[in-house]
């Protein structure tokens, strides 16, 4: 079956504009991860969701970043004012059930570059 | 809060030579997990840990779970070119609802 999807794969943005990265998880799973990976590092956590429940968003870095999962299908990542510290790749995963310990599956990552 | 680094962060090896990577996490995990990210990839899963001293092993790949679940280690016997990339080690404490991933050991291998 088919993996985890994003778009776009890669976005530019000025300083300042809104952007919305999506994220297609695997069909039926319960838990969707964001993670914001810097080059050169590992990924970081930013919020998890179980279902369409946003269960943690304690590593969002601002206010200015938000995200959604209504149907607890798809979800959307949303940076408003972007600024180029959040220039990095933002990757999702999702796994099967609804535990933080579950084999997570990644997405091919969004390249985000803030200009 | 927690941390899990991650030594070393670079290693360049010849071909056949073998390859270790080490985990620490300040903080005691309740299972900890690997990933490969290939360059210009996307983190892959490779195996899960959850036993205080557990050792796994999947073809040259050999992962230990330290005693004290603090720390852990991947070995790969007789490094081949498929073996380049990110290795990095995610941990959970298992109070906290999220995986912390490790600074990552970038391996190179040339022929």
């Known amino acids: 079956g088919a993996g985890v999807s994003q778009s776009p794969r890669y976005k530019v943005a000025k300083r300042g504009q809104d952007v919305a990265l999506r994220c297609d998880p695997i069909?039926?799973?319960?838990?969707l991860f964001w993670y914001q990976q810097a080059l050169g590092q590992g990924p970081e956590f930013l919020t998890y969701?179980?279902?369409?429940?946003?269960?943690?968003k304690s590593g969002l870095p601002s206010d200015r970043f938000f995200a959604e999962r209504p149907e607890g299908s798809v979800s959307t990542l949303k940076i408003q004012r972007t600024q180029q510290e959040d220039s990095a790749v933002y990757l999702c995963?999702?796994?099967?059930?609804?535990?933080?310990?579950?084999?997570?599956?990644f997405g091919p990552g969004t390249r985000l570059t803030v200009l | 809060g927690q941390q899990v680094m991650q030594i070393p962060q670079y290693q360049h090896v010849q071909e056949g030579e073998d390859f270790t990577t080490y985990c620490n996490s300040s903080?005691?995990?309740?299972?900890i997990q690997w990933y490969k990210q290939r360059p210009g990839g996307h983190p892959v899963f490779l195996i899960q840990?959850?036993?205080?001293?557990e050792v796994k092993k999947q073809k040259r790949l050999t992962f230990q779970f330290g005693e004290a679940k603090k720390n852990s280690s991947l070995h790969i016997t007789a490094t081949q070119t498929t073996d380049v990339g990110t290795y990095f080690c995610?941990?959970?404490?298992?109070?906290?609802?999220?995986?912390?991933f490790g600074t990552g050991t970038r391996l190179q291998v040339t022929l």
């Open positions: 995963a999702s796994s099967e059930r609804a535990a933080m310990w579950d084999t997570q599956y």
């Open positions: 069909s039926g799973h319960v838990s």
């Open positions: 969701f179980q279902n369409e429940a946003q269960l943690d």
């Open positions: 903080t005691t995990l309740s299972n």
């Open positions: 840990l959850v036993k205080s001293g």
């Open positions: 995610a941990g959970d404490t298992g109070t906290a609802s999220k995986l912390t």
